[in-house]
């Protein structure tokens, strides 16, 4: 199961476990963040407001190290809320660098999941017009069956 804190993503999240539930399944929750690797120089990127509680701006500015906070901060809210709601539904969460759509594809076959999960759009918005969307990417790259929840 994908998420990247959108709305999409939340519904996905709640098909995954329902499905996980009655199938007696464990889902893991991937997040994938398309930071290049922390090197001695810090880098900066540009993070849409939703992703960062309490900006009103368009975009702001900010460190490698706090986009990979942002991330994590997604992937707990992510499997506070799975664990609350699904008890009984085993949880697990992982962080990614790179390329969404490889990076998703690479792991479930890694991981020799048979389903992978995510929402039809994320928050990529405007990379969606010039490259097409993570989720119809995935469709194309992923070795096993790919839900894209609505």
Do not use: W
Request: proline letters at 3%; aromatic letters at 4%; glycine letters at 6%.
């Amino acid at each position: 199961m994908a998420a990247d804190g959108s709305e999409n993503a939340e519904r996905a999240l709640d098909f995954a476990l329902d499905l996980a539930e009655k199938y007696g399944a464990a889902v893991t929750i991937l997040n994938v963040s398309e930071i290049a690797a922390v090197s001695a120089v810090p880098s900066v990127s540009a993070v849409p407001s939703p992703q960062v509680a309490g900006y009103s701006s368009q975009g702001i500015v900010v460190l490698d190290k706090d986009i990979r906070r942002i991330h994590e901060n997604i992937l707990t809210k992510a499997v506070e809320y799975a664990r609350q709601t699904r008890p009984n539904v085993s949880v697990s969460a992982v962080l990614r660098e790179g390329e969404p759509a490889l990076s998703i594809a690479s792991f479930a076959k890694e991981g020799e999941f048979s389903v992978v999960l995510l929402g039809h759009k994320g928050l990529g918005k405007l990379k969606e017009i010039f490259l097409g969307s993570i989720s119809e990417r995935v469709t194309h790259l992923a070795d096993c069956t790919v839900i894209i929840v609505r």
